[in-house]
């Protein structure tokens, strides 16, 4: 009896979310220490058995419902690997990764999923980076609708990109961090559904589409400009840009009196630059922090509230 265990990042996204998804480049980078993992293991009985006990649930893979994001990451492998037959299995999931809170739990779930069954089934060419992204996103597709590909991207590279999305390929490269960027995420305890959020942000796009263009322009800006200054090691620019970033974010409607209080106590406390992170209007927001800074900004957040308060630093 055979086992494999595969995992993937959490990510953020440091500059660009929304305007990503109408082709404006984006940066976003994996969080290493919150992880999806997925465990596969032969069984004796017959058929393909799914367990995600965090949420205490176990079922068949041929009881699925067909939104359910757990059996489609399945699906989408045996699907591209042309697998007719299943061997008998039993497919365990857990995740350190807060759900509905901007950090890419879903994605994750489907990166580990794909890349441990991949290897377990002798596909290694299924489990190379971009083949993991590239069925990651045909799941993040089936639930989300428009994804723009950034999310299934960094956490099956598991390094900072800077990604343009385009046709037929999108633009991914991977960055050098010139300088370690030490990062809060504060977590507002407010679920939030990216599909719902990206939604609205598509009709209020179309009912001011030269206005919507504008926002996403100086997103697209800003981003580039982060780019640079990640790449230069400018620590301070990169602080301000974020900063700038979630001002256009604000105009875009997805920030929420809840992420900017927490982006007005980082600053105030001493962080070099704070916004939003994924599609807003709950989950967590992001502050660029010098080191010895780091603590009174930690404590900052909380007393702003902050339900939880996690480090990560960007090399
Ligand atoms: C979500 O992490 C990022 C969004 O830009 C949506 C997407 O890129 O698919 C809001």
Redesign the pocket.
Known sequence: MSQTIATAPG?I?LFG??A??YNRP?IAAPVTQLRATARIEDMREPGVRLCAPDLNREYWLADARDDDPFARAVLALAQTAGLTEWPALKITVSSSIPMAS?L?SGAAMAAAVIRALAFHLGLDNLAADEAVADLTYQVEKLL?G??????NTVVAYEKPVYFIRQRPKNQIETLKVARPCHLLMADTGIYSI?KD??GDVRRQWQSDTERFERIFDNCGRAAESARQSMELGEIDRLGKLMTQNQRYLEEMTVSSPELERLVEAAQTAGALGAKLS??GRGGNMIALVREDREELVRLALLRAGAQDVFKSVLT
């Open positions: 990510k996204i979310e929304h990503v998804v984006a901007g890419g989300h428009t994804p723009s590909g950034i999310d990216t959020v990206v994924g599609a």
